[in-house]
């Protein structure tokens, strides 16, 4: 296990009410309500670890913040059911979630993507905090070396942000009962394929806590 505790930081992809097969789902991850519960499971133990040895957790966050038009569901071409437009209660981060995501380090580390309608933005590393800084520049200069990885939809936001964090130099885990994906086919990966694919791409695989820590 190359993740050095010390440098490690939580990153939690799009876990927002739009994305979740709850009241507010939108385009939602069948079963993703379901692993709130894990995600928080897993935040609470490696925020405890990191306290006991007098060290703080960095919890990162991102999201959607669509505007009413963007491409991702206007036009004939759409790929996507509307989701996630800015100030909506679907781009909302998950009750449970949005407490976890506090300032540390400098700020709060949430990061929205998404907010023009220049670009596609599926990853993490693609997003901005209020202050105009994306995740890449950021942990660096904080020092962080390496991320757990969880969140929605496995084979499309949370398989950008793994390839992207792998290809900026970080070392990467994916805790599988963290991250929930939606149907594959016509050019979409399943859940399974994404999975082989990030971990074709160097990151590494665990399917319990005690297999992050
Ligand atoms: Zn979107």
Redesign the pocket.
């Given at each position: 296990m190359p993740i050095q505790p010390a440098t490690t930081a939580l990153a939690i992809v799009d876990a927002q009410n739009g994305f979740l097969d709850g009241p507010h789902g939108e385009l939602p991850a069948p079963g993703g309500l379901a692993a709130i519960p894990r995600i928080v499971g897993l935040a609470e133990h490696l925020i405890r670890r990191e306290r006991d040895a007098g060290r703080g957790l960095v919890v990162a966050a991102c999201g959607?913040e669509?505007r009413e038009d963007?491409p991702?569901f206007t036009g004939p071409d759409a790929p996507?059911p509307r989701?996630?437009v800015a100030g909506t209660v679907g781009a909302e981060l998950e009750e449970r979630i949005a407490p976890l995501v506090t300032e540390d380090a400098g700020g709060r580390w949430f990061f929205g993507k998404?907010r023009t309608n220049d670009d596609i933005e599926y990853s993490m590393t693609r997003g901005h905090d209020d202050a105009g800084r994306g995740i890449v520049d950021r942990a660096r200069a904080a020092g962080i070396t390496a991320f757990v990885v969880t969140g929605y939809v496995t084979n499309v936001c949370v398989l950008a942000t793994v390839l992207d964090l792998r290809a900026a130099g970080f070392e990467v885990l994916v805790y599988t009962p963290g991250v929930v994906g939606i149907p594959g086919g016509d050019g979409l990966p399943t859940p399974d394929e994404a999975i082989a694919q990030m971990a074709a791409a160097g990151a590494d695989i665990a399917d319990s806590v005690a297999a992050v820590a």
């Open positions: 959607d669509h963007c991702e996507w989701h996630c998404g």
